[in-house]
């Protein structure tokens, strides 16, 4: 029997419905408040709440507790505890009270921190986030937290986020007041961030070490068929990922994840699942609970889900696109342009305000999304190059563009769009048209960020965007503030056209995969930032770094941890490929390569022995081609081996990943080409893994 979807949806949270249920009147209002307005959350109101959800949770089968948060690792981190509470006559309580539900004591020193905390300094807190809800899963009651040291510093993404929704909601508010928008209490920035994956079958995955320590392909000759049909895309769903994804979509419903679409991505065995729009704090919470839960689904189907940038060589990458806008408690999206966008002021100046931030800070939005996986992607196929740029569509351009020659717009009216056949029907056209080129592209309402890789936390790019964006409109601000009302407008009208004019060098509408695009970028000085050593090496600029510790979202040692940590991350998971490759190389392929050239010789003195005459030419050119390649891996593992203990040496970090990225990575993209064009050559019976044909369409 179908499930009933609405009963089903958001059964495992402790949401807005059950609280009004479980809470007193008073202690719910409190808890409201602390909510939507911030404000300091009492203990009595703690423990209120406490006890009602230890209620609910064990009416839903829990027996354990958990504050679930997100150390600097992209993974999530939980430590169970249960809600038993010996009585002294040898019976228990089942107990759980405010404070155990507003601090948790993990230990901080196991985590990465950057320098922050030495090994012996382990003490740490996690503290209650009472805007995310608590959910139940695996028999436990997951609470929402920070993450921070015995000292205070953040060690998790959370903090800083939350810290950057605040500096966004309190510049915001302060420049409506200016325009004249006195009825909006409060601004908070929303996100609905779509993931692409891919599923490969379970068995095959654990037979290629590169997928299970690296989690993609070190090596492998490209399959007789890839992407180049193009009929992946949307192609109907096979049973066995349709099951899937039903599966998926119910146990992310329970969790109140409101995922919404899902289909085929471009890529074979790669697929797409998009939520609805959320608060940027609890659209992180779900994506990390999403990622997780794609896990564990596939597991149960046999399968394994790919969150890896770049799985397979040659075919898409997986991103995650990133849906940005900002939307007031009065239900107003403030980057809706509306019927008439040239007549909308506060669409404008908060439109325009985002075109600077994203010129301002494009090398923090760059380096948000930086990773070794990424680096993969970026300007590959489908995936927006390493320029940051912003994609506006025909209609807003003219828009700024009769701002800055203070002309007035006429518009193109409402535009219906006729296919010409007379069954279908007349719609409207929308006033963009989509650029899948485009790193930051505005889509109606909202700007898809498409550089963020499909693996990382999506907290990192949405604290940039949500800072970056709080400076402009404190500028904004320090420049209209003062301004009388019947100045106002044309005051606003001058800081638009001096805005446009100063900043549309990141406006580009066109191809971004163009050399042509290249060229132009590096002539209007626009980063091009392709290697995450590069990007990061700006992260402690004096601009960026005046930007978030002056927006209170990072002090400076916890900047610099960060610093240290993405360069650490980078060398690690190099390294890690590195080794990997060797291992394969040196234990898997060249034995099979051996044992298939004996094959071969076998085969040749064979025809010998019964026709002596014969040619075994054929024999002869596998043979020599395959002893090239032999020798050529041999000595290519050499410089490997070299090159990697060369970046391990090195006593900078900075200098260690640069040597990973400039020296390293290319004695890996060598090796691979020799490898490739062998595993081409052997039966894959002689192969010790699964090619690239059985992984990508074995489902």
Not at 55 to 64: C, D, F, K, M, R
Not at 116 to 134: H, I, K, M, Q, V
Not at 386 to 409: C, H, P, R, W
Not at 653 to 665: D, G, P, Q, R
Request: aromatic share 8%; glycine share 6%.
């Amino acid at each position: 029997m179908a499930q009933n979807i609405p009963e089903l949806y958001g059964s495992l949270v402790f949401n807005d419905k059950i609280m009004r249920t479980k809470l007193p009147k008073d202690m719910y209002k409190a808890l409201k408040k602390t909510i939507q307005n911030g404000s300091h959350l009492e203990l009595d109101v703690a423990n209120s709440v406490a006890v009602a959800m230890k209620e609910w949770a064990i009416e839903n089968g829990a027996t354990h507790y958990t504050h679930w948060f997100q150390p600097m690792t992209n993974f999530t981190a939980e430590k169970h505890d249960s809600f038993i509470s010996p009585t002294g006559d040898g019976q228990i309580i089942m107990d759980f009270s405010g404070k155990e539900l507003v601090k948790g004591e993990p230990d901080a020193s196991s985590f990465p921190s950057g320098g922050l905390r030495a090994t012996f300094e382990a003490r740490g807190y996690t503290a209650w986030d009472p805007t995310s809800p608590a959910f139940i899963k695996d028999r436990t009651l997951y609470i929402p937290t920070a993450f921070c040291s015995y000292s205070g510093e953040a060690l998790d993404k959370k903090t800083p986020l939350l810290r950057s929704m605040d500096a966004l909601n309190t510049q915001a508010l302060k420049l409506l007041r200016i325009l004249g928008n006195t009825e909006v209490r409060h601004v908070t920035t929303t996100v609905g961030p779509e993931q692409e994956y891919f599923l490969v079958d379970k068995e095959l995955y654990n037979q290629r070490k590169d997928l299970i320590f690296c989690g993609r392909t070190l090596i492998g000759a490209p399959a007789p068929k890839g992407q180049e049909m193009e009929d992946h895309y949307f192609g109907t769903l096979k049973p066995r990922i349709s099951s899937y994804m039903h599966d998926l979509d119910e146990e992310l419903w329970k969790l109140g994840i409101p995922a919404k679409t899902k289909h085929n991505e471009v890529a074979p065995a790669q697929h797409e699942l998009a939520p609805v729009f959320d608060t940027t704090n609890v659209s992180v919470d779900h994506n990390q609970l999403t990622m997780e839960i794609m896990k564990k689904v596939a597991d149960k189907h046999g399968m394994v889900c790919l969150l890896h940038e770049k799985p397979f060589e040659g075919i898409n990458g997986s991103g995650k696109h990133n849906n940005w806008s900002m939307s007031t408690d009065t239900g107003v999206n403030l980057l809706d342009p509306g019927k008439t966008p040239a007549e909308n002021i506060q669409f404008l100046v908060f439109l325009t305000a985002v075109i600077k931030a994203v010129d301002d800070y494009a090398d923090l939005l760059r380096i948000s999304v930086a990773s070794a996986g990424n680096d993969h992607r970026l300007g590959a196929n489908e995936a927006p190059p390493a320029i940051v740029s912003i994609f506006l569509g025909d209609e807003l351009m003219e828009v700024l563009s009769s701002i800055e020659k203070d002309e007035f717009f006429t518009g193109h009216g409402v535009v219906q769009m006729d296919i010409g056949a007379k069954v279908l029907p007349h719609f409207v056209k929308d006033n963009t048209d989509r650029n899948r080129t485009s790193p930051f592209a505005f889509t109606g309402n909202k700007f898809e960020f498409r550089m963020l890789g499909s693996s990382s936390s999506v907290a990192s790019p949405n604290i940039i965007l949500n800072t970056a964006v709080a400076e402009v409109l404190r500028q904004f601000a320090n420049t209209l503030e003062g301004v009388s009302a019947g100045e106002i407008n044309h005051a606003v009208h001058k800081l638009l056209k001096e805005t446009i004019t100063a900043h549309k060098r990141i406006i580009f509408n066109g191809n971004g995969y163009t050399d042509e695009w290249v060229e132009e970028a590096q002539r209007r000085g626009l980063y091009n930032l392709k290697a995450t050593p590069d990007a990061l090496e700006m992260f402690i600029s004096p601009k960026n770094e005046a930007l978030l510790t002056g927006h209170n979202i990072f002090t400076k040692g916890e900047l610099y941890s960060r610093y240290e940590i993405k360069l650490e991350n980078y060398i690690k998971t190099l390294h890690i490929e590195s080794n990997t490759m060797a291992e394969i190389i040196r234990k898997d392929l060249l034995p099979s390569i051996t044992q298939y050239m004996e094959q071969v010789a076998r085969t040749a003195s064979l025809k010998k022995s019964v026709i002596p005459d014969i040619s075994v030419s054929c024999e002869a050119a596998v043979l020599t081609k395959l002893t090239s390649l032999s020798e050529a891996m041999t000595a290519g593992l050499d410089a490997l081996k070299r090159d990697t203990d060369t970046a391990e040496g090195c006593t900078d970090i900075l200098s260690s990943a640069k040597t990973y990225e400039s020296i390293v990575l290319s004695d890996m993209e060598n090796l691979r080409k020799s490898a490739d064009e062998a595993e081409a050559m052997l039966p894959e019976n002689i192969l010790p893994y699964p090619t690239y044909g059985r992984l990508l369409f074995s489902i």
